[in-house]
């Protein structure tokens, strides 16, 4: 439970206060991937829809991610002879935030997952294709569903244009400042936005879907909530500053899992691009600045964060082999490490180390220590096996990296249809959240963040609270 009293809440305004310029059945707050998604499904819904977005487009975290979204028994994993079930999936999630999450959550969100991919496919042209190259940690089976590029901003993109094919209206420029709430019953009466001129408008409605995100871009609240992060580097949104939680928490709202964040142990250092987890399931690994490793990387990305943190200078390097490197040039982001020359190489280990910096005797035994644990099939000291991947062989590659916030998975207790509720379980009236903005599924801290649980959370989320809050409208 969140103390309300430590936050600073935002402000509800009277409904008599208001000056209402316009009305909508349905407002979003926030035009990133949830914000759209729920957009896109409240119009299909048959309700009149406005999504306000605070920046001068509507991108978000969205659209700096990889735009991987897990679904379970799509047609694309039949396709491919892969197996998979929702229950499947939500026994993942589960696993992975070590039983410490809202398991009838995980349940009803993995069983809307393939749903919302083949939804997005079909009725919105969103060019997903299944990513069969690798397994991420602590998926069963390949369920990642991502645009030609892997990149968020082509997701971001085919989002806008779906808007705008449904003639969807997306105000940017437009940040919410103050909710118009009855006092009483907590019923949404509207929205207060900010022009950047100062200028003021107040926008009625009957529902509100907080599709906002979370409070990475909020340093006063990080430091209080997951201070473990504060000296790790941010790249997340820094529009995103807790104003779902903090106008939630004001109308009563209960908030879960506060401390809990999606971090990454892989940020190229000084170059702000993510150097993507394949590249350690595969059989790469991390060392810091003395050539030796220091933890289990294949636990997961979002863990390791604090782990390349605590390394000397706050850093550590991914060190791996051509094999790898041409598995990662499937990606983006990679390739613009690539470009960027993050990616260093060399015909030898001792080479490789002279280049990045990095103690040569000790990545030599380093290197030789895997290739004797690929050999055995036995577990590292911190639990990890190397069997079934080849040993790294010339030439050698090594990127430098850093620790990275990426985005907060704590938010507003919601239920399968993205209801906000309070803290006795019942639903506030007509406010819904989705996304970053609703709590996650990942437990109560870092290493409960399984890879696709953020863009889960905002296309699922929001494409059912954009339903539920049409449906609700509809029927008064
Ligand atoms: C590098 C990186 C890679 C990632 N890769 C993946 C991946 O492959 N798969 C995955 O599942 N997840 C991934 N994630 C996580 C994923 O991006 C997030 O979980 C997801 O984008 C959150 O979506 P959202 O719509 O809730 O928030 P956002 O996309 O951040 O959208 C929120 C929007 O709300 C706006 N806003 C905020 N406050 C206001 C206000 N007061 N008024 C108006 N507008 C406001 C913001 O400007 C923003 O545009 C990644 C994250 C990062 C940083």
């Given at each position: 439970m969140v103390d309300a009293t430590a936050v600073e809440t935002a402000p509800i305004l009277p409904p008599s206060s208001?000056?209402?310029s316009a009305h909508v059945p349905v407002l979003v707050v926030g035009g990133g991937g949830c914000g759209l998604t729920a957009a896109l499904a409240a119009s299909q819904a048959g309700a009149e829809v406005l999504v306000l977005e605070r920046d001068a487009s509507a991108l978000g975290t969205t659209a700096m991610s990889t735009g991987l979204i897990p679904g379970a028994n799509t047609r694309l994993q039949r396709e491919r002879g892969i197996v998979d079930s929702p229950e499947l999936f939500a026994a993942d999630i589960v696993q992975k935030a070590k039983g410490q999450t809202d398991q009838g959550i995980a349940l009803a969100l993995a069983r809307e997952s393939a749903r919302t991919i083949e939804w997005l496919i079909d009725d919105h042209q969103v060019p997903l294709s299944l990513v069969?190259?690798?397994?991420y940690p602590g998926h069963s089976v390949m369920r990642m569903h991502g645009s030609p590029n892997r990149t968020g901003s082509e997701l971001m993109g085919s989002l806008a244009a779906a808007c705008e094919r449904r003639g969807i209206d997306v105000l940017t420029e437009a940040q919410v400042t103050e909710l118009f709430a009855d006092a009483g019953t907590g019923v949404v009466r509207g929205a207060r936005l900010r022009r950047p001129d100062g200028s003021t408008e107040d926008i009625g409605c009957d529902a509100l879907v907080l599709a906002c995100c979370g409070f990475?871009?909020?340093?006063?609240?990080?430091?209080?909530?997951i201070p473990e992060i504060e000296g790790a580097t941010f790249f997340g949104h820094p529009g995103n500053k807790g104003d779902a939680?903090?106008?939630g928490l004001a109308l009563g709202a209960a908030v879960r899992d506060i401390h809990s964040y999606q971090g990454h142990g892989g940020l190229?250092?000084?170059?702000?691009?993510?150097?993507?987890w394949p590249l350690i399931m595969e059989g790469g690994f991390q060392v810091n600045v003395h050539g030796r490793r220091f933890s289990n990387e294949a636990r997961g990305y979002s863990e390791q964060a604090v782990e390349v943190v605590a390394q000397p200078g706050h850093v550590a390097w991914d060190v791996y082999d051509a094999r790898l490197h041409r598995l990662m040039l499937e990606?983006?982001?990679y390739r613009d490490a690539v470009e960027a020359r993050a990616v260093l190489s060399a015909d030898s280990v001792v080479a490789l180390a002279a280049l990045a910096g990095i103690d040569a005797s000790g990545l030599a035994a380093t290197v030789a220590e895997v290739?004797?644990?690929?050999?055995?099939?036995e577990a590292d000291a911190w639990g990890r096996r190397f069997a079934g991947k080849p040993p790294l062989a010339a030439p050698y590659y090594a990127v430098k990296v850093t620790g990275a916030l990426f985005h907060t998975q704590g938010g507003l207790a919601v239920d399968p249809e993205g209801r906000v509720l309070r803290e006795d379980g019942s639903a506030l009236p007509n406010l819904f959240a989705g996304g970053g903005?609703?709590?996650?599924?990942?437990?109560?801290?870092?290493?409960?963040?399984?890879?696709?649980n953020g863009l889960l959370t905002a296309t699922t989320f929001g494409r059912l609270a954009g339903e539920a809050a049409a449906r609700q409208v509809a029927h008064g």
């Open positions: 208001a000056n209402f069969d190259s690798f397994l990475a871009g909020n340093e006063a609240m990080v430091r209080q909530y939680i903090r106008w190229a250092a000084g170059r702000g691009i993510p150097i993507l990606f983006d982001d290739a004797a644990l690929v050999k055995s099939g903005a609703a709590r996650g599924i990942s437990g109560p801290s870092s290493w409960g963040y399984m890879a696709g």
